[in-house]
């Protein structure tokens, strides 16, 4: 699916602050991932077995993908917004370190993405997904909701 750039801004940003907000909040932190994992668990139906393999790799999944957003953060806010001022030099560097985490966030979804169907039925790996997308989705609705937007 291919989203227009104002989606994906929108989206970005939407992510951002709430990441923000969850950051900030340590305990709603918490409480988000405990609901998230609620969420996956009834929507994958994992037998008692898969479950056991299944948590462990979700986890680490989530915990590299938690380091890679920190890289990116920290790229974007100590420099994009600065960007008028960065040489074409300074601003190669930057597009070329956003590339590199990009890379790397791809290959850790493809690298959990392998781990998981041997885990998992494909048809569970593909429920994971849903769920996943589902769950930031309602998410993002409840933000909104909270904020007066609607939504």
Do not use: C
């Not at 699916?1 to 969850?22: C, E, P, Q, W």
């Not at 790799?57 to 890289?71: F, Q, S």
């Not at 601003?91 to 370190?97: A, G, M, P």
């Amino acid at each position: 699916m291919t989203l227009t750039m104002n989606k994906r801004t929108l989206i970005f940003s939407t992510l951002l602050l709430v990441t923000m907000a969850m950051h900030a909040q340590g305990p709603i932190w918490e409480r988000v991932k405990t609901l998230k994992v609620a969420f996956i668990t009834e929507r994958i139906d994992l037998t008692s077995e898969e479950a056991q393999q299944f948590w462990p790799v979700y986890n680490e999944h989530e915990e590299t993908l938690e380091r890679i957003r920190k890289k990116e953060r920290f790229e974007l806010f100590s420099n994009i917004s600065n960007a008028q001022n960065l040489t074409n030099s300074e601003s190669e560097t930057l597009l070329d370190n956003i590339m590199a985490l990009q890379q790397e966030k791809l290959k850790a979804e493809e690298s959990f993405l392998l781990k998981m169907r041997k885990i998992i039925p494909a048809q569970k790996v593909l429920l994971l997904l849903k769920a996943e997308e589902d769950f930031k989705k309602q998410m993002i609705h409840q933000f909104r909701k909270r904020k007066g937007g609607g939504g």
